[in-house]
């Protein structure tokens, strides 16, 4: 296995729900069930059992097939994803996945973030991971498709932005940019008064949080989101 599919491997066995690890990545990938059915020569109902569950938990051997079948699909499709996976990202950010989507409230939680902006839309979000982002790097440093990579293997996530002044820039370059976070979080602030980043969060209906919290205690606590607090 390469390292993507080792990845999606590791995700699956050690997910407290098989199921819903593989709909992410089959979604990431693109594929919808009938196409997977179909390339496993199976019924679209038997891979709706596995995500939702209804089925035993999948064994290696069916786990070895799933990845097997989303790399084939995806080469046929012209590779883009597994090569994006493949692709050395700047050091201006680094990408976290979770084995699983998680309620973002419980996120927003666990980092001690308090939202300040599109608060009702943080009742039934799930976020699949998040991004730790040097805001003034990814500003100064990354073209428009590097900046794309933040968002890792999904734009379902948290952009984690430190070193912001005011708030406005991270939001404009969202705003200008073709893919949107689920979510936006600045470390290190204890309020954001800016107009203009306040109106781009209306207008793409992003919620922004804020956390005190550094770095390496955000990513201390959500290595451990699997375990009790």
């Known amino acids: 296995m390469n390292l993507i599919q080792q990845k999606i491997a590791g995700e699956i066995v ?28 199976i019924t679209p ?3 709706s059992d596995y995500e939702s569950n209804r089925r035993s938990s999948p064994g290696i051997a069916v ?31 680094e990408t976290h996945d979770f084995p699983e989507p998680v309620d973002a409230r419980a996120f927003l939680e ?4 308090r939202v300040i902006t599109n608060k009702r839309r943080i009742k039934d979000m799930n976020i699949v991971g998040y991004s730790l982002v040097d805001s003034l790097r990814a500003i100064l440093e990354l073209s428009a498709e590097d900046f794309s990579k933040i968002y890792g293997s999904s734009t379902n996530r948290a952009i984690i932005f430190d ?11 969202i705003r200008v ?17 800016d107009p ?31 375990t009790p607090l």
Do not use: C
């Open 14 to 41: 050690l997910a407290k729900n098989p199921g819903a690890s593989m709909k992410k990545w089959r979604e990431i990938f693109g594929i919808t069930q009938t196409e997977l059915a179909q390339h496993l020569d």
């Open 45 to 47: 109902s038997t891979i």
């Open 63 to 93: 786990i070895k097939r799933f990845i097997q079948a989303l790399m084939e699909i995806d080469e046929k499709k012209g590779g883009n994803v597994s090569s994006k996976f493949g692709k050395s990202k700047p050091e201006a950010f």
């Open 110 to 113: 666990r980092i001690g973030a």
């Open 163 to 173: 070193k912001v002044g005011i708030g406005r820039s991270p939001m404009v370059a």
């Open 177 to 193: 940019t073709e893919f949107k976070p689920s979510l936006v979080v600045y470390q290190g602030m204890d309020h954001m008064d």
């Open 196 to 226: 203009i980043a306040r109106k781009i969060s209306e207008v793409e209906k992003i919620p922004i949080a804020l956390t005190s919290m550094d770095n390496e205690r955000i990513v201390e606590r959500l290595s451990r989101f699997e």
